[in-house]
């Protein structure tokens, strides 16, 4: 016999059995989350959601479904939320030739004079006031 060569009885078929039942399970058709048993919830009823900040101003109520800004009823939402002259020309998201609270003026005029039964009375104090000291 050489020696670079295995003996004979090296590799038994009882030594290399293990090799015949060692598997990863990468291959494996059956699915291991098949025992879990999928929970249902009975109790789907859909809220209505109310964070309790509904309030009425002038006898109106607010819309807060309203198209963003520069859409006329979106600044006609800012109106009614009562925000100032200089406000509402910074967030109104239109061009005016005016600056400031000139612009948010001319803004203003648009929803009134396209709406005329529309009542409109000036708040005492514009929800955005701290935001435009800011600045």
Same mark, same amino acid.
């Given at each position: 016999?050489?020696?670079?060569?295995?003996?004979? #009885?090296?590799?038994?078929?009882?030594?290399?059995?293990?090799?015949?039942?060692?598997?990863?399970?990468?291959?494996?058709?059956?699915?291991?989350? #098949?025992?879990?048993?999928?929970?249902?919830?009975?109790?789907?009823?859909?809220?209505?959601?109310?964070?309790?900040?509904?309030?009425?101003?002038?006898?109106?109520?607010?819309?807060? #479904?309203?198209?963003?800004?520069?859409?006329?009823?979106?600044?006609?939402?800012?109106?009614?939320?009562?925000?100032?002259?200089?406000?509402?020309?910074?967030?109104?998201?239109?061009?005016?030739?005016?600056?400031?609270?000139?612009?948010?003026?001319?803004?203003?005029?648009?929803?009134?004079?396209?709406?005329?039964?529309?009542?409109?009375?000036?708040?005492?104090?514009?929800?955005?006031?701290?935001?435009?000291?800011?600045?």
């Amino acid at each position: 016999m050489n020696p670079d060569e295995p003996e004979a #009885d090296e590799n038994t078929p009882e030594e290399e059995e293990w090799q015949l039942y060692a598997t990863a399970g990468y291959a494996a058709a059956e699915d291991p989350w #098949d025992d879990l048993v999928e929970i249902e919830d009975d109790e789907e009823e859909e809220e209505e959601w109310f964070d309790g900040d509904d309030f009425e101003t002038n006898g109106q109520t607010l819309d807060w #479904d309203s198209p963003p800004c520069p859409a006329p009823l979106g600044i006609a939402h800012m109106i009614r939320l009562g925000t100032c002259n200089h406000c509402l020309h910074r967030v109104g998201g239109r061009r005016t030739e005016e600056i400031g609270e000139k612009g948010g003026a001319a803004l203003r005029l648009r929803p009134l004079l396209e709406t005329r039964n529309w009542k409109h009375s000036r708040p005492q104090l514009c929800p955005l006031w701290r935001t435009s000291s800011k600045m």
